[in-house]
């Protein structure tokens, strides 16, 4: 079949060369925006007297018809075309003859595509999104639940001080809040119209890019058509933010996976959200968390290809920038999918509190509130910090902790101690203590959630 841009060559290509560089078969998915992006269009050609107001109403009919019935299933894409903007065209210009041959007026498949893809990304944003915002009402909700459950804070993932569970989830629902943020800031760089770019030089025409652009929702037209063509720095900084989001849930999956592990045992998750072993009955797998966990990879991926692609190409439009499409898309649709798992598997699980607290007790992370005790009773902290570091030696060695050491072996330690150190190091009171703005007390918690919950209502 010759091609639509048959002229300059006859418009056959091999098959093989044909299907190596056709791209329907990824950017059909964009049908819909690039029908509105089509109407839109059309209506600014008849506002310039471009072509008759007869015109616009016909071709409009037509895109609109067309749109209707590929969601219906009445028509199916073609995927012997090359691309979606040919399919809509010559559907076009099948139902309603030579007319829909102008439509292709002032514009080019470079701003057509770039339109479309920037109209696409726009919707997925707002959606991922709208299910970060899912997620974190589960992790707010099960915050307020155990914001005063005690468990071991860790570092280099050894037990470190006390803190509540509540305060441990806040730390992902403030990840999860920039991640909300970086997908605002991306809709803004989302929200340039290229249309009217045309190739790369503009047009002869008299058209009316502004109009077009607030037809389709865009606050602001690019201002050079040869970046309008070349540009896909949107779609790097949307891969970017879907990155940086995976590793987010990648961190959060990882930690699910250690507590629901029998070496942990701090929380399981609901069957829902699990698998079984084909061999061993006894097993039940974090499988969501993992796959979740490994498809950061693909993102990752993604967002490498996108960089690779665009690093050594000259301005303006090349055949090239026809491989964003596969890996952004597919950084959308591993965001969509991980989200749509993700919340449900946080809000089912449950928390194993008296295990979470066992665990604290066993790990002297209260042994920064004993040095603090000896502080506040005027020894330097550098000089408190030497004396726990013994005592904690010495219990290990004879299998004590500290809560358990009689007065008269603390004051062989310093004669600071005294009876009212025990109501000091109890779990407790450690996470009950920590009042700085931000901290782990169960008061610092509820201002967490309520300042996520205010921000959550501005976005």
């Known amino acids: 079949m ?35 992006g089509s109407v839109a269009h059309a209506t600014m050609l008849g506002e310039k007297n471009i072509i008759t107001k007869a015109e616009v109403d016909a071709i409009i009919d037509g895109l609109t018809g067309i749109l209707a019935d590929l969601e219906s299933g009445k028509l199916e894409i073609d995927f012997s075309c090359e691309d979606i903007h040919m399919f809509v065209e010559q559907v076009l210009t099948a139902r309603i003859g030579d007319l829909g041959k102008k ?11 770039a339109l479309d893809t920037r109209m696409y990304l726009r919707d997925r944003a707002f959606s991922i999104q709208a299910k970060i915002k899912e997620l974190l009402f589960a992790i707010l909700s099960k915050a307020e639940e155990h914001k005063s459950s005690i468990m071991p804070g860790y570092t280099h993932l050894q037990r470190a001080q006390p803190i509540t569970f509540g305060h441990h989830l806040m730390a992902y629902a403030m990840m999860f809040l920039r991640d909300l943020d970086r997908f605002s800031d991306v809709l803004k760089r989302i929200d340039v119209c290229p249309i009217g770019s045309c190739a790369l030089a503009g047009t002869t025409y008299q058209t009316d890019r502004v109009f077009e652009a607030q037809k389709l929702g865009f606050s602001q037209i690019a201002l050079n058509s040869i970046d309008g063509v070349s540009d896909r720095d949107f779609c790097v900084e949307f891969a970017s933010a879907c990155s940086i989001l ?19 045992k701090f929380v399981e998750l609901s069957d829902a959200y699990t698998t079984g072993s084909s061999i061993m009955p006894q097993k039940k797998n974090s499988d969501m968390a993992e796959l979740v966990r490994g498809k950061t990879g693909r993102v990752y991926g993604n967002l490498i290809a996108l960089l690779t692609m665009l690093k050594g190409l000259p301005l303006a439009y090349n055949k090239d920038m026809q491989e964003d499409k596969e890996a952004v898309f597919d950084c959308a649709d591993t965001v969509d999918m991980c989200l749509d798992v993700f919340a449900p598997m946080v809000a089912t699980m449950k928390v194993l509190t ?30 408190a910090y030497k004396i726990c570091g013994q005592i904690v030696g010495d219990c290990i060695k004879n299998g004590k902790v500290l809560e358990t050491l009689s007065i008269e072996e603390y004051k062989k330690y310093s004669d600071l101690f005294d009876m009212d150190l025990y109501g000091e190091i109890s779990l407790e009171t450690c996470v009950k203590k920590r009042v700085s703005e931000g901290g782990t007390s169960p008061d610092s918690v509820a201002k967490q959630i309520e300042l996520v919950k205010e921000k959550l209502l501005n976005v």
Do not use: C
Not at 3 to 25: C, Q
Not at 356 to 374: E, H, P
């Open 246 to 264: 995976m590793m987010h849930l990648s961190r959060f999956s990882e930690e699910i996976i250690l507590w629901s592990s029998w070496e942990f």
């Open 103 to 113: 439509l292709h007026t002032a514009r080019s498949r470079n701003d057509q595509v």
């Open 2 to 36: 010759a091609k639509m841009w048959a002229g300059r060559t006859d418009g056959v290509t091999d098959k093989l060369a044909d299907d190596f560089n056709s791209s329907i078969k990824f950017d059909s998915r964009m049908y819909k925006q690039d029908i509105l």
């Open 354 to 383: 008296e295990n979470m607290l066992t665990a604290s007790q066993k790990g002297f992370i209260n042994a920064t509130d004993l040095a603090d005790y000896l502080v506040k009773k005027g020894l330097p902290f550098r000089s």
